[in-house]
C-alpha cells in the first residue's frame, strides 16, 4: 500500500485530525492486496498445490489468472512468493499501474468499469483462450477483487457487448442490490457464475478472493467466476421485471434470458457439481476486516469505537437519515466516541453532469443534518479511493460545513440538485483526496463526536 496522506483541510483539531488519519490508514492497511496474498501463501510455506507427482515428476507449474481492481497488487504478491512456479498467467486491471513490477511472462490487461466495453470483451477471451492452451495438469491460482465484474466478461454469440452495456447501465441506475445485479450478470454472461471453474475443468485451483460485497457473500465478488451459484435464469427475469427493467431490455437480452428459462441455455454451475471439488474459494480480506481496524486504531487513541453498520446500503438519502437518526440518539451524553459504518450506497443523477459519487453526495447531504449536532464531523471515503467520476474519495463534512460555505457564496443545495458534490467540497478544501489506492473493499464512513 503507498503511503497515504489525507489531502483535506479539515478538520483543524489536529488530535481529532490524527484519529481520522488513523482510522483511515489502518482500514486500508487491513485490506492491503499484496499482504492479504502474501499472508495467506506464507502460511502454507510458499505452496497452493499440495505435490502429488511421483519424485523426479516434470511439473507443468502454475498459471495464474488475476481479476479486479487490486489486480496487478494481487499478481505481484503472488509471482514473488510462488516464483518459478508460475509460469503464465494474465492480469486485467482498471488502468495500467507502471509502479508495480511483474514479470514478464503475466499478460496484462485493461478492462471497462463500472460498464463492461470492448476491452473486458477481449479480456474475458484471452483468459479463455490461455486456460484452453495450458496444460491438462498445469494448476491455476485465480485472484479475485472488487471490480471484476466489468472489467472481464465472456458472452454468449448471441447477445450484442452494446446490449449488454444497455443492461448493465439500467440496473446501476435503478439501485438494485448487488446480488441481484449478479444474478442477472450471471445469466447473461458465460465468466460468471461459475463460468471460469467450467473452462478450468477438472485442473486444480485455488481462488484467493478480496472481497468488496456487503452480503451475497464470496459469490458476489466479480459475480463469483469461479464459486457455484444456486440462482436460475427464472430469478434474473424476475429481478428484471421488478424493478420494471425489463420493458427497457434490448431484444437480444430478453431473448437470451427466456430460452434460459425454458432450458435452452445451460444455467450457472450449481452446488454440488463435481467441478466444484477441484477448487477451493478463500477469503483474504474484506469490508470487516477493515472495520475491525479502524475500530483499533480509536480504542488505541483512548476513544470509543462503536461499529454501527457492516452493510449500509440502499438509497444514499436514507443512509443520510440513518446516520443522523444514530447521532441524535447519543449527542447528548456522547462524549470522544466515534461511530463506524460499512458498506455501499446507490446515487441516481440521471441526467445531472456534476461532479461526485455517493460518498461525496452522503457527506453533503449530511451538512444539513449536522447543523444540529455542533461539533460533530463525518468522513466519507471509498477504499478504492474513487468516487464517482471525481479526483475524490469521499469528503470531510462538520455542523459548520453549510456556514462556511455561505460565507463563500456557495449554496450547498445547488450542489446537490445538480449532483455536483464533488465540486461543492474541492472548493471548500474538504474533499478527501488520495490517489487510487490499489485495493477496494467499500466504502466506509466515520462519524467523530468529540
Request: glycine share 10%.
Amino acid at each position: 500500500m503507498k503511503k497515504f496522506k489525507l489531502q483535506t483541510d479539515s478538520p483543524a483539531d489536529l488530535e481529532v485530525r490524527r484519529l481520522l488519519e488513523g482510522m483511515i490508514r489502518r482500514a486500508l492497511a487491513a485490506a492491503d492486496p499484496q499482504e492479504a496474498v502474501s499472508r495467506y501463501i506464507k502460511d502454507r510455506k510458499g505452496s497452493l498445490f499440495p505435490s502429488d507427482a511421483a519424485p523426479g515428476a516434470v511439473t507443468r507449474g502454475v498459471t495464474l489468472i488475476s481479476i479486479g481492481k487490486a489486480a496487478r497488487a494481487m499478481a505481484a504478491a503472488a509471482c514473488e512468493l510462488l516464483g518459478e512456479q508460475i509460469q503464465r498467467g494474465i492480469v486485467v486491471e482498471k488502468s495500467a499501474n507502471s509502479g508495480i513490477h511483474l514479470p514478464g511472462e503475466i499478460e496484462v490487461l485493461q478492462g471497462g468499469h463500472p460498464i463492461p466495453d470492448e476491452r473486458s470483451l477481449q479480456a474475458g477471451r484471452r483468459i479463455a483462450e490461455l486456460v484452453r492452451s495450458s496444460p491438462p495438469d498445469s494448476d491455476f491460482v485465480v485472484l479475485i477483487s472488487g471490480g471484476g465484474s466489468s472489467l472481464v466478461t465472456l458472452l454468449p454469440e448471441v447477445v450484442e457487448l452494446t446490449d449488454y452495456q444497455v443492461l448493465n447501465q439500467l440496473m446501476l441506475g435503478s439501485h438494485l442490490p448487488i446480488e441481484q445485479i449478479n444474478t442477472v450478470r450471471k445469466h447473461v454472461d458465460q465468466f460468471k457464475g461459475g463460468g471460469l471453474l467450467r473452462l478450468l475443468g477438472r485442473r486444480k485451483s485455488v481462488s484467493l478472493i478480496l472481497s468488496d460485497v456487503v452480503s451475497g457473500g464470496l459469490a458476489s465478488v466479480a459475480s463469483g467466476p469461479t464459486l457455484a451459484d444456486e440462482s436460475t435464469f427464472l430469478a434474473a427475469v424476475d429481478i428484471c421485471r421488478q424493478h420494471e427493467i425489463w420493458e427497457k431490455l434490448p431484444a437480444g437480452i430478453c431473448a437470451h434470458l427466456i430460452s434460459g428459462v425454458a432450458g435452452e441455455r445451460q444455467e450457472t454451475l450449481k452446488p454440488g457439481d463435481p467441478l466444484t471439488e477441484y477448487s477451493t474459494a478463500v477469503e483474504i480480506g474484506s469490508l470487516q476486516h477493515s472495520l475491525t481496524a479502524a475500530a483499533g486504531a480509536v480504542g488505541e487513541m483512548g476513544w470509543e469505537a462503536d461499529i454501527r453498520a457492516t452493510a449500509l446500503i440502499g438509497r444514499v438519502e436514507e443512509a443520510a437519515r440513518r446516520i443522523s437518526q444514530d447521532v441524535e440518539e447519543i449527542y447528548a451524553t456522547a462524549h470522544r466516541h466515534v461511530f463506524i459504518y460499512g458498506g455501499e450506497t446507490t446515487v441516481n443523477p440521471g441526467e445531472a453532469c456534476g461532479l461526485g459519487g455517493r460518498n461525496t453526495h452522503l457527506a453533503l447531504l449530511l451538512s444539513g443534518e449536522l447543523e444540529r449536532f455542533p461539533g460533530v464531523l463525518v468522513c466519507t471515503f471509498a477504499t478504492d479511493g474513487e468516487d464517482g467520476n471525481s479526483p475524490a474519495c469521499g469528503a470531510v463534512v462538520t455542523s459548520d460545513t453549510r456556514k462556511k460555505a455561505g460565507q463563500l457564496g456557495i449554496l450547498a443545495d445547488a450542489y446537490l440538485q445538480r449532483f455536483d458534490s464533488y465540486t461543492f467540497f474541492h472548493l471548500l478544501g474538504d474533499a478527501v483526496v488520495t490517489g487510487v489506492t490499489g485495493t477496494n473493499v467499500n466504502d466506509l464512513t466515520f462519524v467523530i463526536l468529540p
